[in-house]
């Protein structure tokens, strides 16, 4: 069965760094998401893309963040100037265009910020 | 702004006992999908049931049900015949019906599953 996949499944940097996490979606899906979950706290929406646009994003998302399809398969999450309180676990989602609006999540980036 | 609250952190059954998992929302929309996710330990979240909230009759997936309370705005997962692979966190999340892709998730409940 087609899923979601993230890479690398754990990065550690410094802060003030430039990360970059990647997603590859399920590939005849339309739709992708970034979520982020702060250790012991609820899984935030951080946004949304589609048609090549951001279609919709949270106060999080800041200008600090920035999302990119560079090509047919991958979605990535980009961090400008990474902080301390950016440590957390970053999910990719994705979805078909269809009226179930089931989000297929990945496995997880766990980003540590140092 | 839409909220979810799962009110219980931890929950634990007995194997082929049912158990139920309660999520409450807060919103003003009348159009809107509930979903509850699964995420197993070091895996990916998935999908278990979606309800909308136009229909009054309570989805069912083999095993799992909800029961939906529009006017007291609960969605609360049951589980029946708990299977030791049921073990996880669920997470409850609301979606608005037109204008917004984001899903709003409660913070979560772990649910043990005991032999």
């Known amino acids: 069965e087609p899923e979601v996949t993230q890479t690398p499944s754990h990065q550690v940097t410094q802060m003030g760094q430039e990360v970059i996490l990647r997603c590859v979606p399920i590939?005849?899906?339309?739709?992708f998401y970034w979520y982020r979950q702060i250790l012991g706290q609820k899984v935030e929406f951080l946004v949304s893309?589609?048609?090549?646009?951001?279609?919709?994003k949270s106060e999080i998302f800041d200008d600090q963040f920035s999302v990119e399809r560079p090509d047919g398969s991958n979605f990535t999450l980009k961090i400008r100037s990474t902080k301390l309180e950016d440590s957390a676990m970053y999910f990719c989602?994705?979805?078909?265009?269809?009226?179930?609006?089931?989000?297929?999540f990945g496995p997880g980036t766990r980003l540590t910020v140092t | 702004a839409q909220t979810v609250t799962q009110s219980q952190p931890e929950m634990s059954v007995q194997e082929a006992e049912t158990v139920t998992l309660s999520c409450t929302y807060d919103?003003?929309?009348?159009?809107?999908?509930l979903f509850w996710y699964k995420q197993p330990p070091s895996r990916q979240m998935i999908l278990v049931i979606r309800?909308?909230?136009?229909?009054?009759q309570n989805a069912t997936e083999n095993r799992f049900s909800v029961n939906f309370q529009k006017a007291a705005k609960s969605f609360s997962l049951k589980i029946s015949d708990s299977q030791l692979g049921d073990a996880a966190m669920y997470f409850c999340?609301?979606?608005?019906?037109?204008?917004?892709?984001?899903?709003?998730f409660g913070k979560g409940t772990k649910l043990t599953v005991n032999p």
């Open positions: 893309f589609y048609n090549n646009e951001i279609s919709e």
């Open positions: 989602a994705s979805r078909f265009r269809d009226s179930s609006y089931e989000q297929y």
């Open positions: 309800q909308e909230a136009y229909k009054q």
């Open positions: 919103t003003s929309e009348s159009d809107y999908y």
């Open positions: 590939s005849n899906h339309l739709y």
């Open positions: 999340a609301y979606k608005r019906g037109r204008g917004s892709e984001k899903l709003v």
